[in-house]
């Protein structure tokens, strides 16, 4: 599986970005995705995440603000983040999970830089 994201980018404080990350590959069996975001010296932390049914967790900084989703004939997760603040800028990493049988298998993507200016 390989996971391809865009959408990163500079933006004004209090504007908006989308972020997307697409899924490919042969018999994909994508389970959940979501969106994780690392800064400078820190360890990578969960911004959002959505299962394949489309139930959804955010971090409690950006509830409010962002939202995911994911278009599951595609492959695709979306990130729709709004009302940015500098504290959101960051590389966003792409990240899914494969089920095959038993085993789980997790898979990351590029990574996307968002800078946010005040």
């Known amino acids: 599986v390989q996971l391809q994201a865009s959408g990163g980018g500079l933006v004004q404080s209090g504007g908006s970005l989308r972020l997307s990350c697409a899924a490919s590959?042969?018999?994909?069996?994508?389970?959940?995705m979501g969106w994780y975001r690392q800064v400078p010296g820190t360890q990578r932390e969960l911004v959002a995440a959505?299962?394949?049914?489309?139930?959804?967790n955010y971090e409690d900084s950006v509830k409010g603000r962002f939202t995911i989703s994911r278009d599951n004939a595609k492959n695709t997760v979306y990130l729709e983040m709004n009302s940015l603040k500098p504290e959101d800028t960051g590389v966003y990493y792409c990240?899914?999970?494969?089920?095959?049988?038993?085993?789980?298998?997790?898979?990351w993507g590029q990574g996307t830089q968002v800078t946010v200016s005040s």
């Open positions: 590959g042969s018999d994909l069996s994508i389970n959940a």
């Open positions: 990240n899914a999970d494969e089920v095959l049988g038993r085993q789980v298998f997790d898979y």
């Open positions: 959505i299962t394949a049914g489309g139930s959804t």
